[in-house]
């Protein structure tokens, strides 16, 4: 990296790639005698967060290099984020053969997730419609809103429902492997992956995610209806914290079920919403990033689904 100061600021006007832009905001945070952790509390950005934005593995968020320029260091955002869009496309150029392969793969499950967001915004628009029709034809607000309550009363057993099933779906198949490989047991070779085998796990899991965010819409809480949104994301994009942290599947899919019922659970007892615990953050973060990463690759941005090598 050069500098555009003599004091020893690195120049973002220099940078084309992942690896020259997770240096450059290294070596900013280090000319600022700024650390990781100084620079989380600056921010609110999870220092896990932070420490990929400057491995140079990836490409980050934009959103994370404006705060850690911008908030974390107090430099003008404007060039570091000329210099994201760069490695941005220097990634699209880059990316191998075996991560096309596994987005052509996931393009299937991208549009079963968006066919299933768009049924989710017809529930929603008939529910208000038919509120309209029965507010016409004289029904009270006060009989509506007892209607949504009892509504949201079903709801929410039926998330928690469904909640409870997803946590006790087992491992993909592939994990499993890896799971008695690694505990000694012989099962010989990895295995060509039969489609069926894998596909038949992937239909049980993706139904039922399907189903709870159908069962959400009921949800008239806002705070729950969004915890239970970040539970689905990080248990689409599981890839993301398998990618980045190395934390398989069924791990994932734990976090964000405990953190979600924990919510419902909360919710029904009249409490406040307990506070999200730092793993359900970390895991959020690196499905989020993840997501980032398919919109790189792709040249789309906003859909969201489950892709990549995600065979179980």
Same mark, same amino acid.
């Given at each position: 990296? $050069?500098?555009?100061?003599?004091?020893?600021?690195?120049?973002?006007?220099?940078?084309?790639?992942?690896? *020259?832009?997770?240096?450059? #905001?290294?070596?900013? =945070?280090?000319?600022?005698?700024?650390?990781?952790?100084?620079?989380?509390?600056?921010?609110?950005?999870?220092?896990?967060?932070?420490?990929?934005?400057?491995?140079?593995?990836?490409?980050?968020?934009?959103?994370?290099?404006?705060?850690?320029?911008?908030?974390?260091? $107090?430099?003008?955002?404007?060039?570091?984020?000329?210099?994201?869009?760069?490695?941005?496309?220097?990634?699209?150029?880059?990316?191998?053969?075996?991560? @096309?392969?596994?987005?052509?793969?996931?393009?299937?499950?991208?549009?079963?997730?968006?066919?299933?967001? #768009?049924? *989710?915004?017809?529930?929603?628009?008939?529910? =208000?419609?038919?509120?309209?029709?029965?507010?016409?034809?004289?029904?009270?607000?006060?009989?509506?809103?007892?209607?949504?309550?009892?509504?949201?009363?079903?709801?929410?057993?039926?998330?928690?429902? @469904?909640?409870?099933?997803?946590?006790? %779906?087992?491992?993909?198949?592939?994990?499993?492997?890896?799971?008695?490989?690694?505990?000694? #047991?012989?099962?010989?070779?990895?295995?060509?992956?039969?489609?069926?085998?894998?596909?038949?796990?992937?239909?049980?899991?993706?139904?039922?995610? *399907?189903?709870?965010?159908?069962?959400?819409?009921?949800?008239?809480?806002?705070? =729950?209806?969004?915890? =239970?949104?970040?539970?689905?994301?990080?248990?689409?994009?599981? $890839?993301?914290?398998?990618?980045?942290?190395?934390?398989?599947?069924?791990?994932?899919?734990?976090?964000?079920?405990?953190?979600?019922?924990?919510?419902?659970?909360?919710?029904?007892? !009249?409490?406040?919403?307990?506070?999200?615990?730092? *793993?359900?953050?970390?895991? @959020?973060?690196?499905?989020?990033?993840?997501?980032?990463?398919?919109? %790189? %690759?792709? !040249?789309?941005?906003?859909?969201?689904?489950?892709?990549?090598?995600?065979?179980?």
């Amino acid at each position: 990296m $050069g500098s555009n100061e003599a004091d020893g600021l690195p120049d973002p006007g220099r940078v084309s790639t992942a690896e *020259d832009l997770a240096a450059g #905001l290294k070596q900013l =945070l280090n000319h600022q005698r700024l650390t990781g952790k100084a620079v989380a509390e600056k921010t609110g950005l999870a220092n896990s967060t932070i420490s990929t934005a400057i491995n140079g593995k990836t490409v980050p968020r934009r959103d994370t290099v404006d705060e850690i320029v911008r908030a974390g260091c $107090g430099q003008d955002p404007k060039p570091w984020l000329d210099a994201w869009e760069r490695a941005k496309r220097d990634k699209r150029k880059k990316t191998s053969v075996e991560e @096309l392969a596994a987005l052509v793969d996931g393009m299937e499950s991208r549009i079963d997730s968006l066919d299933a967001a #768009l049924r *989710d915004a017809v529930a929603r628009i008939d529910a =208000l419609e038919s509120e309209n029709a029965d507010l016409r034809t004289g029904k009270s607000v006060a009989k509506l809103g007892e209607e949504r309550q009892a509504r949201a009363s079903v709801a929410t057993d039926r998330v928690m429902e @469904l909640l409870q099933a997803l946590s006790q %779906i087992d491992v993909g198949p592939k994990q499993k492997w890896l799971q008695d490989t690694r505990a000694g #047991l012989d099962r010989g070779p990895e295995p060509e992956w039969h489609h069926a085998e894998v596909d038949s796990w992937r239909r049980m899991r993706s139904s039922l995610i *399907d189903a709870l965010r159908f069962a959400s819409v009921d949800i008239i809480d806002d705070d =729950l209806r969004l915890r =239970l949104s970040d539970a689905i994301q990080m248990m689409e994009f599981y $890839g993301g914290p398998e990618k980045h942290a190395g934390q398989a599947e069924s791990v994932t899919r734990i976090i964000a079920v405990q953190g979600a019922l924990e919510a419902t659970g909360a919710y029904r007892r !009249g409490q406040e919403l307990p506070s999200l615990s730092p *793993d359900f953050l970390d895991t @959020l973060e690196f499905a989020n990033m993840y997501e980032e990463e398919i919109d %790189i %690759i792709s !040249g789309s941005r906003g859909n969201k689904s489950s892709w990549g090598n995600q065979g179980g």
